[in-house]
């Protein structure tokens, strides 16, 4: 029997992630240090997770020789059929380093990485899903769209997230040569602002200038793509060339600031939300904002992954609470309606 085409797949890593914490001196934190599931892709993933089942999602892990079986535990409670574990005794599991020195948080990895490609989905329950996710360079990105394009009657909605370090200048020009391929662009505010040489610091117009900036540069087939800026508190701004901007808060406002505990894979989790908003919502890319939004605000109420509860009757929680009661909240708002 043929196997269901999968919504999202990911080829983001899979990190075992390190965290000291240091004084701005560079002396410890009374704040204990600690190893915890990371990676871009995981929490695009999990995400995603929060509103579709594991059988409509694909992730590859690499496993290394010291893979700890509780953080397999643990990545297999919400699903076993959405990891994908590729085994190789001869190496270590990819692991990073954060490292937070008062207000700056510095990133390395530890271990060499291993990259995850179109070609590695071949033969796996995860190929030629409807919707792909990468995290990387411009560069890398053409190479992961020429292996898109080898796929004969393969088109599947491409979710780009560049990387940090990549949001330069300097990159302007093989990110613009992408574009065309790109089904929906996401930098974050700085990113954005840094790519396109805006100067200051992130606002709602300097925002919307490179959300313009962007779509000026034809995302997607003819320029039929969409560009979203995750902007932290200020929320996301979403934009068509065809349609207005808007604007999404971000679901804990200032006011919520105790919900706030770790913001980290906050934006890759949008990212996974937005795609399963974009099944549930029919590729209406405003509405599916919204789900993104709801799995961000999961995501930082804790340091890691959100908790999965399933109940005898087969509904599921997060954190206690229901996702979509959280997103009517949100539709709520922006309707002016209070709740």
């Known amino acids: 029997m043929a196997t269901e085409r ?44 929060i509103w579709l089942p594991s059988s409509k ?10 893979f700890p079986e509780d953080i397999e535990r643990k990545l297999d409670s919400y699903g076993r059929e959405m990891w994908f574990y590729r085994d190789d005794p001869s190496r270590g599991t990819t692991r990073a380093l954060n490292e937070y020195r008062g207000e700056f948080r510095g990133f390395q990895y530890l271990t060499p990485r291993v990259r995850i490609t179109p070609k590695d989905l071949a033969n796996t329950p995860y190929e030629r899903p ?16 020429s292996e898109v394009r080898a796929v004969e009657g393969w088109s599947p909605i491409t979710i780009y997230e560049p990387i940090p370090d990549r949001c330069v200048p300097a990159e302007l020009p093989a990110l613009i040569k992408i574009l065309p391929e790109v089904s ?21 117009s300097r925002v919307e200038q490179a959300c313009r900036q962007f779509l000026d540069l034809y995302v997607g087939p003819h320029g039929t793509g969409a560009v979203i800026i995750r902007s932290g508190h200020l929320g996301a701004y979403v934009a068509t060339r065809n349609q207005p901007g808007r604007w999404i808060p971000a679901f804990w406002g200032p006011e919520s600031a105790e ?17 399963a908003g974009m099944l549930l919502a029919k590729d209406d890319v405003f509405e599916a ?12 109420e804790q340091d890691s992954l959100p908790n999965l509860t399933r109940h005898p009757d087969g509904k599921e929680t997060w954190n206690n609470d229901v996702p979509q ?10 309707s002016g309606v209070s709740f």
Do not use: W
């Open 259 to 275: 919900k706030v505990v770790d913001v980290t894979g906050a934006g890759n989790a949008f990212l996974g939300g937005l795609s």
């Open 289 to 300: 904002a919204l789900y993104a939004t709801v799995s961000a605000s999961f995501t930082i």
């Open 184 to 204: 929906i662009l996401s930098p974050n505010a700085d990113e954005a602002l840094s790519l396109l040489s805006i100067a200051g610091p992130p606002t709602k």
């Open 130 to 145: 409807a919707t792909l996710h990468f995290i990387c360079s411009p560069a890398r990105a053409a190479t992961i769209l």
């Open 6 to 49: 999968r919504q999202l797949v990911t080829l983001g890593m899979f990190i075992i992630d390190e965290f000291t914490y240091l004084n701005e001196d560079g002396s410890p934190t009374e704040r204990a240090s600690s190893s915890q599931i990371g990676g871009g892709g995981t929490y695009a993933t999990i995400g995603a997770r």
């Open 325 to 334: 009661d959280r997103l009517q909240k949100l539709r709520s708002r922006l």
């Open 57 to 66: 999602l694909g992730m590859i892990v690499d496993r290394g020789h010291d």
